[in-house]
């Protein structure tokens, strides 16, 4: 029976309007002439899906388009994308400044990987320090989010990649929170976007992924480390973050339309003693938001501090009905998440305390649903306390 490793490929005849996926680890070649050419990048192709697959450059390409830059590569997951961009500009004996508010496993990758390559990384609030005190010879990564987890600060990246430039350090952004649909910051000077696909950019919590977009040297480099450090996405995956991405643009604006009202009602209720949401008047960062963000919307996310610390917030989560508990964000459906005990659980309790992830703190991941329905649950869910 050899039909059987050979048949099956008679039928491509005309292009499909979806992209196939190329679920193939390796390409086969006529002859090595034309291996060696697609190997030393004198001809195009593609030889094995650790390196390369047709679903990541097509995915490479919606991204470059969305995010402004000139090139992209695609990963596992956002840790994957943030560990191989570092790695691939740092040496022992450099420097990154690195903000202090940061999703917890970047802040743990800088904190405690890092080190042990001989890597120093400074951590300062780059809202509130004096960044240019901090720069030194040695500084090659300045290291920030657009809207920083769980308590949603605006970094003025104009500003910060202006800094960085004149000390000849690279501003690498994590855009995950606000997507290029919010925020484009290598229009804004960025040299680096990184993203964590497994969020807006899945948008369904079925997909792990990761993506890194800058001008195409930077992104040869990060290409060839992560080729050898693995972190490859599965073209499946990649196939399903295309699909995800028809929708991002329409995803993104109901998002922050519903995010908007949940907060304002939030705002007026007694029980909440603070709303973290760039879209609000009151909140600190909504005059920087409104200047680097487009569209006028301010994105999903939103975190509430309740009175009570602990004991309350887990009687609001086991009073809310539809509103899951997840540690996760971005979906489409409303969820919540503890910061204290969830994305930031390795910091210690005081550095954690002292830049206001406290144990009152509830993250909300805004969904695409009824927005009324959803105000009504927490609304009996608060109720309750
Ligand atoms: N960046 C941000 C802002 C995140 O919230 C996360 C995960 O929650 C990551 C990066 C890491 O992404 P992943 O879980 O896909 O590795």
Redesign the pocket.
Known sequence: MTELTHMGKKSHINNPKVLPIYLSSVFSFDDIETLDKIYNGEEKGYIYSRINNPIYDSLSEIMVSIEGGEACRVYS???AA?TTTILSHVKQGDHIIADSVL?G??LQFFKEELSRFGIEVSFIDFRKDDIEKHFKENTKIVYT?TIS?PLMEVTDIERIAKISHKYNAKLVI?N??ATPIICQPLKLGADIVIH?A??YTSGHSDV?G?IVVSDSDTIDKIGKIGTIYGASLSPFDGWLLIRSLRTLELRVKRHSENAIKLARYFENNKKIKRVYYPGLESFPYHNMAKKIFSNEIFGGMLSIEIEGGYETVNKLIQALKEVKFVP??ASYDTTVSYPAKT?HRNMNKEDRQRIGITDGLLRISVGLENIDDIIEQFEKALQKL
């Open positions: 997951t956002g840790m943030i999703y496993g970047t989010e987890n994590d995950t929170f964590s497994t969020k792990m990761g996760s964000l994305s």
